[in-house]
């Protein structure tokens, strides 16, 4: 047990990434991108290939980031550009992912045993929650500058933010690939970690990011963007540990994709459910007020007959 729990929390470490990249379309840019099955698979390739060919993990690392920086761009052009719906643009450029990660890669499957990657000599829980607060801190930054600023303002009021001079085109191509980047980065790390890279690794990331981001911000609160980043980490690592006691208590790992539906519907409606009892205890509260004002007009009539 004890073993599965470490096992989760490295990694929920890694998926952090990935959500804090599927971040910042959903929630900022109000983007609904699916380019992240592919882009994931993606940085997973990029990373082995040059990993198996004997190039350096950092360097591996660095250019899967890039590639997937690449594909998240090619997205928000087909969008901005082309004039695509952005979901419809998100599917097409998955779809083509497929072929060009198939392309990367030459095969289906490439194992990393018995060489040097970046998490060969590193204590994952020790070394990653390091990583995890510097690209935290580092997206916080930028979400602080002017182009960070207006990122959130084009997710907000696109129409309102252009009306003051901004591109949004630009901002919407450079939000989708920053998030596809991290998306990129996060598979490379993960296939690093895992000691493979295959071609379905990125089936489903979409799923869990989203789930990641609203377990956090169900539990853990968003009004900030200090609070939501830090939310969709710890939501990453609790969505983790949800599938490791998941797979505890007998469910099968092909009951997985299931159990994640599952949670995001439940994240999804805890909000509405804890309105509606706010609600319910607001109109118990009046009613009970009502009723003692009630009581006390009718005691002050009987006194005065």
Same mark, same amino acid.
């Given at each position: 047990?004890?073993?599965?729990?470490? +096992?989760?929390?490295?990694?929920?470490? *890694?998926?952090?990434?990935?959500?804090?990249?599927?971040?910042?379309?959903?929630?900022?840019?109000? *983007?609904?991108?699916?380019?992240? #099955?592919?882009?994931?698979?993606?940085?997973? %390739?990029?990373?082995?290939?040059?990993?198996?060919?004997?190039?350096?993990?950092?360097?591996?690392? @660095?250019?899967?980031?890039?590639?997937?920086?690449?594909?998240?761009?090619?997205?928000? @052009?087909?969008?901005?550009?082309?004039?695509? &719906?952005?979901?419809? %643009? +998100?599917?097409?450029?998955?779809?083509?992912?497929?072929?060009?990660?198939?392309?990367?890669?030459?095969?289906?499957?490439?194992?990393?045993?018995?060489? #040097?990657?970046?998490?060969? &000599?590193?204590?994952?829980?020790?070394?990653?929650?390091?990583?995890?607060?510097?690209?935290?801190?580092?997206? #916080?930054? *930028?979400?602080?500058?002017?182009?960070? =600023?207006? =990122?959130?303002?084009?997710?907000?009021?696109?129409?309102?933010?252009?009306?003051?001079?901004?591109?949004?085109?630009?901002?919407?191509?450079? +939000?989708?690939?920053?998030?596809?980047?991290?998306? %990129?980065?996060?598979?490379?790390?993960?296939? !690093?970690?895992?000691? *493979?890279?295959?071609?379905?690794?990125?089936?489903?990331?979409?799923?869990?990011?989203?789930?990641?981001?609203?377990? +956090?911000?169900?539990?853990?609160?968003?009004?900030?963007?200090?609070?939501?980043?830090?939310?969709?980490? @710890?939501?990453?690592?609790?969505?983790? @540990?949800?599938? %490791? =006691?998941?797979?505890?208590?007998?469910?099968?790992?092909? #009951?997985?994709? =299931?159990?994640?539906?599952?949670?995001?519907?439940?994240?999804?409606?805890?909000?509405?459910?804890?309105?509606?009892?706010? !609600?319910?205890?607001?109109?118990?509260?009046?009613?009970? !007020?009502?009723? !003692?004002? &009630?009581?006390?007009?009718?005691?002050?009539?009987?006194? &005065?007959?």
């Amino acid at each position: 047990m004890g073993d599965a729990i470490l +096992g989760s929390l490295e990694l929920g470490l *890694f998926y952090a990434i990935m959500a804090l990249g599927v971040y910042i379309t959903f929630r900022i840019l109000d *983007f609904p991108d699916l380019t992240v #099955d592919g882009s994931f698979t993606t940085g997973g %390739a990029i990373a082995a290939v040059m990993i198996s060919h004997g190039s350096s993990p950092l360097l591996a690392t @660095l250019c899967a980031f890039i590639g997937g920086m690449l594909a998240g761009a090619c997205t928000g @052009l087909l969008h901005t550009k082309a004039k695509i &719906n952005s979901l419809l %643009a +998100g599917i097409l450029m998955m779809i083509a992912l497929y072929s060009i990660n198939l392309r990367i890669m030459g095969k289906a499957n490439i194992p990393l045993l018995g060489v #040097d990657t970046l998490i060969t &000599n590193i204590s994952v829980l020790c070394v990653m929650p390091f990583v995890i607060i510097a690209l935290k801190l580092a997206m #916080d930054w *930028f979400l602080h500058t002017d182009l960070g =600023l207006a =990122l959130r303002a084009t997710g907000d009021n696109k129409r309102m933010i252009r009306s003051f001079g901004v591109n949004t085109d630009n901002t919407i191509i450079v +939000g989708v690939s920053l998030s596809n980047g991290m998306v %990129a980065l996060s598979g490379a790390l993960i296939a !690093q970690y895992s000691a *493979f890279a295959e071609i379905t690794m990125g089936v489903g990331m979409i799923v869990i990011g989203l789930a990641s981001v609203i377990i +956090g911000e169900a539990i853990f609160g968003a009004r900030t963007v200090f609070r939501a980043t830090l939310s969709v980490i @710890l939501g990453a690592i609790v969505y983790r @540990l949800v599938v %490791a =006691l998941a797979l505890r208590v007998g469910l099968e790992a092909t #009951d997985m994709k =299931l159990m994640t539906a599952l949670i995001v519907i439940v994240a999804l409606s805890l909000p509405m459910i804890r309105t509606r009892l706010k !609600q319910k205890a607001v109109i118990r509260k009046r009613t009970s !007020q009502l009723e !003692q004002l &009630n009581g006390l007009a009718e005691t002050k009539g009987g006194g &005065n007959r």
